[in-house]
Structure formats: C-alpha cells, structure tokens
C-alpha cells in the first residue's frame, strides 16, 4: 500500500532496551564462569559462552558509549540463550533470552505511521490500522504529532524531522479533509 503521508515518531525506548540488554548479557557471562568454576564437570560451554557473552557485551558498550554508535545485543541474547540451554538449572532463562534476541531490532525501530485516504497504519508489532472514523482530531505541529481518538485516548509524541518531507500546515489539511 502506498501511503499519502509517512510520519516517522522517536523511539524513547532505545537506552532502557540497550540497558536491559546489557544487564542481561552481564548477568548470563558471569553465572557461566561461576557456573564453570564450581560444577565438578567444567564444561567448555561454559568459559568459552562466558567470554564470548562479556567481550561482545563490552565491545558493544564501549561503541554505544565512546563512539555514539548505535548498536544491537541481539545476537549476544541468542548466544546467551543458546548457552543457557546446557545450564542445569534455569533453562527456561534459554528460551526468555531467544526470545528478547530476536525481538531486540523490531522493539528499537522508530515508529512510522502510514496516512492513507482509507485508512491510518501504525507499522508496529502488531501492525495495527484504524479508520479515520475512530479520530476526532488530528494535528502536527513543531514536529509534535497529536492523534485524538473518539474515545478520549490521546497519543503524543515527538517526530523525527526527516528531509524533504511536506508542510505541517499541508498534513493538517490533508488530516481535516478526512476527519470532517
């Protein structure tokens, strides 16, 4: 579907993610050394998914933080999930952190929001869409967008400012003309 007008709103989310998901990394490379040390088998598994855990933890914090860089954690929570699952105790943390991996991308994307004249999309997980019946007001204005619901729900949230992209005062004509 081609969409009329794409607003794109800022994900606030990101550093809770990237600091969760280090807590996590952290947690998991330290249980597997102290794991290795103290279970009678000394399971390779264990001091090598340590190290690896905590150097890519650490080679990713120090781009994040010293570099500005943005980075992702979720092939370490697989590595860590995947490790996990040789633990005798907790498996269940195997399946969590898999789960956290493979949704880590989708949870840090920015939020775009797809106007078309049937409808509005929201690309998110779940992909969620709503008519233009279910919005009293609509509106866009320094680079804040404002999305009324009928049923007194009110969403408000910062955009990114993206080149190239069309008037505030051009949208919210557009918005009024479908709204009325």
């Known amino acids: 579907m081609v969409y009329d007008y794409v607003v794109t709103l800022q ?25 290795f040390l103290l279970d ?5 598994i264990h001091l090598v998914g340590g ?18 860089e943005a980075v992702s954690y979720n092939y ?14 907790s498996q269940w943390l195997s399946f969590l952190l898999l789960i956290m991996g493979l949704l880590e991308k989708q949870a840090k994307k920015n939020l ?18 709503y008519h233009w019946k279910d919005f009293s007001n609509i509106v ?8 009324d619901f009928v049923n007194n729900r009110l969403l408000q949230r910062e955009t990114i400012d993206e080149e190239g992209d069309a008037d505030e005062d051009e949208f919210n004509a557009y918005c009024r003309s479908h709204l009325s």
Not at 40 to 44: A, G, K, V, Y
Not at 112 to 129: A, C, L, T, Y
Not at 140 to 147: A, E, G, I, M, Q
């Open 11 to 35: 994900n606030r989310s990101r550093k809770l993610i990237d600091r969760f998901s280090i807590l996590a990394s952290g947690i998991s490379g330290v249980v597997f050394f102290t794991i």
């Open 40 to 44: 009678p088998e000394h399971r390779l």
């Open 51 to 68: 190290a690896v855990v905590l150097v890519l933890a650490a080679v990713n914090l120090y781009k994040s933080t010293r570099l500005r």
């Open 76 to 89: 370490i929570l697989v590595i860590a999930g995947i490790i996990w699952a040789s633990m005798p105790f």
């Open 112 to 129: 775009e929001i797809g106007f078309h004249q049937d409808m509005i999309v929201f690309n998110s997980f779940p992909r969620k869409k």
């Open 140 to 147: 866009l204005r320094d680079n804040l967008l404002t999305l």
